[in-house]
């Protein structure tokens, strides 16, 4: 019987012929079928449903063949466990992102809260309020891009904490965040950096908060369990007394970390605040040489460059 053939049937090859000497031209179910108005009701429903179940049989037995041999390939192949898989590429947070974060959450945890400004200034946040009027010596410190209008490109996120003040008052306690552009180019330092402004007001607030803050906060950054501090007189006109803070690195090195200081009462009252009611102290330091000291980078002008072979090679 036709069915039982179909069904003993085990290559397409055969199925295939089978199926042409039942379907096709001068097949049997062809012929038969051009017979059919000469058959009686009876017979032609008889020979629709041959005809009909035939077609499903070899449809079936197509799958079933097909299924086998893909079943018998896949037995056959060997998964060879020595293959280099795919390259994966994948993306990461760029160097000063990621200790940008860092020292964010960092700050906030200490109860610091971020704020930005722009990074257009004009004279009275960047300079003037910050106790540094027109031909005062210090604006020296600063090789200054000054805009036409007489603004200029902000030299020191010093000037977020004026804005700080003047939107939310005292006390506070809050880190500016930011870029900052200099006329300065070398291997530590690029005309844009960015800088981190930490500002504590409050009352009773003494340098040793500060130092207990900047220790923690260093320790904490850069994972070193008893962080060796050196404070170092300095100058800056915003703060008095001010203070430089060196850090004792890894090779022994004592490295300078950043500025700061117990806040000037003229910046104090410039903000509107009291300083008779008022102390509190500021420091300030660059957050990118704080990555390039994290991650071990020679030059600071690469976190810059944006040259993702670069930051592969680095291990970013
Ligand atoms: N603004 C200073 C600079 O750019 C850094 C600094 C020093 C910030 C002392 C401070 C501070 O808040 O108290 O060099």
Request: hydrophobic share 40%; charged share 20%.
């Given at each position: 019987m036709m069915q039982e053939q179909i069904k003993n049937i085990n290559s397409l090859e055969e199925l295939q012929a089978l199926y042409t000497a039942t379907f096709?031209?001068?097949g049997t179910m062809t012929a038969k079928l051009k017979e059919?108005?000469?058959?009686?009701n009876d017979a032609r429903v008889a020979l629709n449903l041959e005809n009909q179940t035939l077609r499903e049989l070899f449809k079936t037995r197509q799958m079933e063949i097909e299924n086998a041999i893909l079943m018998a390939g896949l037995q056959k192949q060997k998964l060879d466990v020595s293959l280099n898989p795919m390259p994966e590429n994948r993306g990461t947070l760029h160097p000063l992102t990621q200790s940008l974060t860092e020292i964010s959450s960092i700050l906030e945890s200490f109860g610091y809260t971020m704020h930005t400004g722009p990074q257009v200034e004009d004279d009275w946040h960047n300079f003037t309020a910050l106790n540094?009027?027109?031909?005062?010596?210090?604006?020296?410190?600063q090789d200054t891009f000054f805009?036409?209008?007489?603004?200029?490109?902000?030299?020191?996120?010093?000037?977020i904490q004026i804005r700080a003040m003047e939107s939310s008052g005292v006390p506070i306690k809050m880190f500016g965040v930011g870029a900052t552009y200099r006329k300065e180019w070398d291997a530590t330092h690029g005309p844009m950096f960015g800088q981190i402004e930490g500002l504590y007001i409050g009352q009773g607030i003494t340098m040793s908060d500060l130092i207990a803050d900047v220790r923690a906060f260093l320790s904490k950054f850069f994972e070193i369990e008893n962080v060796e501090l050196r404070i170092r007189p300095s100058y800056f006109p915003?703060?008095?007394p001010s203070i430089e803070i060196d850090l004792k690195w890894k090779n022994d090195k004592w490295l300078e970390i950043m500025g700061a200081g117990m806040v000037h009462p003229n910046v104090l009252r410039n903000c509107g605040a009291d300083p008779d009611v008022y102390q509190g102290f500021a420091f300030g330091f660059g957050w990118d040489r704080l990555a390039m000291l994290k991650y071990n980078l020679?030059?600071?002008?690469d976190l810059y460059n944006n040259d993702v072979r670069w930051l592969k090679s680095a291990g970013f």
């Amino acid at each position: 019987m036709m069915q039982e053939q179909i069904k003993n049937i085990n290559s397409l090859e055969e199925l295939q012929a089978l199926y042409t000497a039942t379907f096709g031209k001068n097949g049997t179910m062809t012929a038969k079928l051009k017979e059919m108005k000469n058959l009686d009701n009876d017979a032609r429903v008889a020979l629709n449903l041959e005809n009909q179940t035939l077609r499903e049989l070899f449809k079936t037995r197509q799958m079933e063949i097909e299924n086998a041999i893909l079943m018998a390939g896949l037995q056959k192949q060997k998964l060879d466990v020595s293959l280099n898989p795919m390259p994966e590429n994948r993306g990461t947070l760029h160097p000063l992102t990621q200790s940008l974060t860092e020292i964010s959450s960092i700050l906030e945890s200490f109860g610091y809260t971020m704020h930005t400004g722009p990074q257009v200034e004009d004279d009275w946040h960047n300079f003037t309020a910050l106790n540094t009027p027109l031909h005062h010596p210090a604006r020296d410190m600063q090789d200054t891009f000054f805009l036409p209008n007489g603004n200029v490109l902000r030299t020191q996120t010093s000037a977020i904490q004026i804005r700080a003040m003047e939107s939310s008052g005292v006390p506070i306690k809050m880190f500016g965040v930011g870029a900052t552009y200099r006329k300065e180019w070398d291997a530590t330092h690029g005309p844009m950096f960015g800088q981190i402004e930490g500002l504590y007001i409050g009352q009773g607030i003494t340098m040793s908060d500060l130092i207990a803050d900047v220790r923690a906060f260093l320790s904490k950054f850069f994972e070193i369990e008893n962080v060796e501090l050196r404070i170092r007189p300095s100058y800056f006109p915003f703060t008095d007394p001010s203070i430089e803070i060196d850090l004792k690195w890894k090779n022994d090195k004592w490295l300078e970390i950043m500025g700061a200081g117990m806040v000037h009462p003229n910046v104090l009252r410039n903000c509107g605040a009291d300083p008779d009611v008022y102390q509190g102290f500021a420091f300030g330091f660059g957050w990118d040489r704080l990555a390039m000291l994290k991650y071990n980078l020679p030059d600071l002008r690469d976190l810059y460059n944006n040259d993702v072979r670069w930051l592969k090679s680095a291990g970013f």
